[in-house]
């Protein structure tokens, strides 16, 4: 079992950053690939960023390339997301996700455990 709190959520201006935090439990971290999703309001979860479990390679959709950042912390069992740039249609709720496997990262079906989420709002 794994166990994720997420944090670092809040309101910022259109154009500001944020650093979201994922906190996972036990003592496999580095077993698992982590992925970041959102969802707003109506509409579907949304692939953001994933990273495998070495940390060696990275994902990102187009809406948000250039703009955030996945990183991990093995040694402190936690993945970070920089927000930065942001834009008011990044508003939603983030969920970390982890999963034991380095393949399909995009796809949120493949993931095996879920954080609750952190509110994300961008202002315009």
């Known amino acids: 079992q794994v166990q994720l709190v997420e944090s670092g959520g809040g309101l910022v201006q259109a154009g500001g950053s944020l650093r979201l935090s994922c906190a996972a439990s036990?003592?496999?971290?580095?077993?698992?690939?982590m992925g970041w999703f959102r969802q707003a309001p109506g509409k579907e979860r949304e692939f953001v960023a994933a990273?495998?479990?070495?940390?060696?390679?990275?994902y990102y959709p187009d809406s948000v390339k250039g703009r955030f950042t996945i990183s991990r912390d093995n040694a402190k069992n936690t993945v970070y997301l920089q927000m930065n740039s942001l834009k008011p249609e990044d508003t939603a709720v983030y969920y970390c996700a982890a999963v034991r496997s380095d393949y399909s990262l995009s796809t949120s079906s493949r993931y095996d455990y879920w954080g609750q989420g952190t509110q994300v709002t961008v202002s315009s």
């Open positions: 990273i495998t479990r070495s940390g060696g390679s990275t």
């Open positions: 036990g003592r496999t971290f580095s077993s698992y690939a």
